[in-house]
Nanobody, 123 residues
Framework: QLQLVESGGGLVQPGGSLRLSCAAS????????IAWFRQAPGKEREGVSC????????NYASSVKGRFTISRDGAKNTVYLQMNSLKPEDTAVYYC????????????????WGKGTLVTVSS
């Protein structure tokens, strides 16, 4: 069974940092593009960042560009989202998702989803 499990969320003060992890079980992430999404209370889910299967192609939402960094570790079968300079408006449930592509594509069209991890930015 294919599973994605997010971890690393929590409460952090504005200006602080967190690193989210997305660990896969039941399959290898080597063939999958991965994306991070978030959904704040009362808002629609939005794509935050994506990374191609090779890791060479990445994309960031304008709201997080320069503050967030997506990366992947094949040996650990895990994708990370390093979040720096966090703002209260970053508060949301963060989800990772995966889709198998035959090309080295970064996309927000996904097939498999994790259950999310809550990030709260507050003083």
């Amino acid at each position: 069974q294919l599973q994605l499990v997010e971890s690393g969320g929590g409460l952090v003060q504005p200006g602080g940092s967190l690193r989210l992890s997305c660990a896969a079980s039941g399959f290898t992430l080597d063939y999958y593009a991965i994306a991070w999404f978030r959904q704040a209370p009362g808002k629609e889910r939005e794509g935050v960042s994506c990374i191609s299967k090779s890791g060479y192609s990445t994309n960031y939402a304008s709201s997080v560009k320069g503050r967030f960094t997506i990366s992947r570790d094949g040996a650990k079968n895990t994708v990370y989202l390093q979040m720096n300079s966090l703002k209260p408006e970053d508060t949301a449930v963060y989800y990772c998702a995966a889709k198998r592509y035959f090309t080295d594509l970064c996309s927000y069209t996904m097939d498999y989803w994790g259950k999310g991890t809550l990030v709260t930015v507050s003083s």
